[in-house]
């Protein structure tokens, strides 16, 4: 397909795919393009529909189709990774059959966006800065071990993190361990559908722990839309005095701008604790809290 520009293209740097017919099997218009810089593949995109392209000028790598368990991309995703020394940002939503060792070392990779573990397992990242553990997509079996894989790779990389975005992944005492390892952590977003015990026991350490965070910035907390008669989860125990506590003090270091959270869960705040985060609010911290007490009634600041 697209035979009639193939070689015609000596200067083009980016390329974009929105969408295409089901029964294209493989564009090969563009695998003569030399300076090509950036390939996006949006998420309409067939998932079956083998690209052509050269990946040795790549800087930004983004694929965001949804991954079909009958057409693995990950092959050809990982000799991306191998073939392009300047790559900087790799996103790619799908699931590798088993971890690749040794592990691919790439000197300059800063941004990733992925799912899952055993590629995560597969990599060594020493410039890596922001992270966004994506949602395993449907249809793939749900992974407990992407926050150890997701440490292993920070403690085999040395390499420190300054954003971590983590989308429906249980938390355990790996985050722990990752948050030790990045002291200049600035943003970091939890977002997900449920909220377990064991989430939330996490992440009350985690705010109770002096040392972790001071440098963060931006703190998200979301949860998601769900269906009609789901169960409800555990109330988010970790937002209580002892995180008003935390938010204040890193307020007053001057780093913390930006709390989001926005659960519709029950929260432990008194009415106390709503008091000062309205008056952080007013100091000029830019915080919005939308939850519930345990009666059912809103708390919003």
């Not at 070689?7 to 295409?20: A, K, V």
């Not at 005492?173 to 977002?191: F, T, V, Y």
Request: net charge positive.
């Amino acid at each position: 397909m697209l035979s009639q520009i193939r070689g015609r293209l000596p200067n083009l740097c980016r390329l974009y795919f929105s969408s295409s017919y089901p029964d294209v099997d493989v564009i090969d218009g563009f695998e003569i393009s030399p300076r090509l810089t950036d390939l996006t593949i949006d998420w309409q995109f067939n998932q079956k529909t083998q690209i052509v392209f050269p990946a040795s000028k790549l800087i930004n790598f983004i694929d965001r189709r949804i991954p079909d368990p009958r057409h693995p991309s990950h092959p050809s995703s990982l000799n991306i990774i191998r073939s392009a020394p300047d790559l900087q940002t790799f996103h790619n939503s799908d699931a590798l059959p088993s971890r690749i060792t040794p592990r691919i070392r790439h000197e300059h990779l800063t941004t990733i966006n992925i799912c899952d573990s055993c590629l995560l397992g597969s990599l060594s990242l020493p410039a890596l800065t922001v992270v966004t553990l994506a949602r395993p997509p449907t249809g793939f079996p749900p992974q407990s071990d992407r926050l150890q894989a997701l440490y292993d790779l920070v403690s085999h990389s040395h390499c420190s993190l300054s954003s971590l975005r983590l989308l429906e992944t249980p938390l355990n005492r790996h985050l722990s361990g990752i948050l030790e390892r990045s002291p200049k952590l600035a943003s970091l977003s939890l977002e997900f559908f449920q909220w377990r015990r064991t989430d939330d026991v996490c992440l009350r350490s985690i705010i109770a722990h002096d040392g972790l965070m001071l440098h963060l910035r931006t703190l998200i907390f979301l949860r998601h839309f769900i269906r009609v008669g789901d169960v409800d989860e555990t109330a988010a125990k970790f937002v209580d005095a002892v995180f008003v506590d935390a938010v204040a003090a890193r307020r007053k270091s001057s780093f913390l701008k930006t709390v989001q959270i926005d659960v519709d869960l029950p929260v432990s705040l008194s009415s106390a604790d709503v008091a000062r985060l309205k008056g952080l609010k007013e100091e000029g911290l830019g915080i919005s809290l939308c939850a519930k007490s345990y009666d059912g009634s809103k708390i919003i600041v």
